[in-house]
């Protein structure tokens, strides 16, 4: 092989490595950071609500229901009946919360804190469970994830827990 067709081979295969690695550091810039839900997150969760959240103001937020996930009794008192929407509940540590972008609708997957006589039902978000042979060591590691609704998030949650 003469040294021209070595340096054409050359520029052909740096030429192939180049558009190669251009087209996985776009698959990377494309699908790097998926939402992916929590599992245990959802299934420690005893009310799991699609709600459009206001701008955080303070600990305390009130939000309005789009839909119940899980949970509707929690909600009402006849479980039979379905739960309406546009119902508001106040969630306490909203703004604190993994995931919080602002105004918008959110998953938020809740526990119910305890009853206060005559206001607005009142919701924490729920932490994902410690793993086994791991503990924190400072509070603010706990994390607590909300999730910006996607039909890529409804997806997750349909098929995890397996509703309609």
């Known amino acids: 092989m003469t040294r021209t067709k070595q340096a054409v081979a050359w520029w052909i295969a740096l030429a192939i490595f180049l558009l190669w690695s251009g087209w996985l550091s776009w698959q990377v810039w494309l699908y790097a950071h998926p939402n992916i839900v929590s599992l245990p997150q959802l299934h420690l969760a005893q009310l799991i609500v699609e709600a459009d959240v206001p701008e955080a103001k ?3 937020m009130v939000v ?9 009794e929690l909600l009402q008192t006849n479980p039979s009946i379905p739960a309406p929407g546009g119902r508001k509940i106040i969630v306490m540590n909203l703004a604190q919360s993994k995931g919080w972008q602002g105004p918008g609708l959110y998953l938020l997957p809740l526990y119910p804190m305890e009853p206060k006589g005559g206001e607005l039902p009142h ?5 994902i469970p410690i793993s086994p042979g791991f503990y924190y060591t400072k509070p603010e590691q706990i994390q607590k994830p909300i999730y910006i609704m996607s039909d890529d998030i409804r997806q997750q949650v349909q098929k995890w ?3 309609p």
């Open 64 to 72: 309005t229901i789009k839909q119940v996930v899980k949970g509707k």
């Open 123 to 127: 919701f924490y978000v729920v932490p």
């Open 161 to 163: 827990l397996k509703t």
């Open 58 to 60: 303070n600990d305390a």
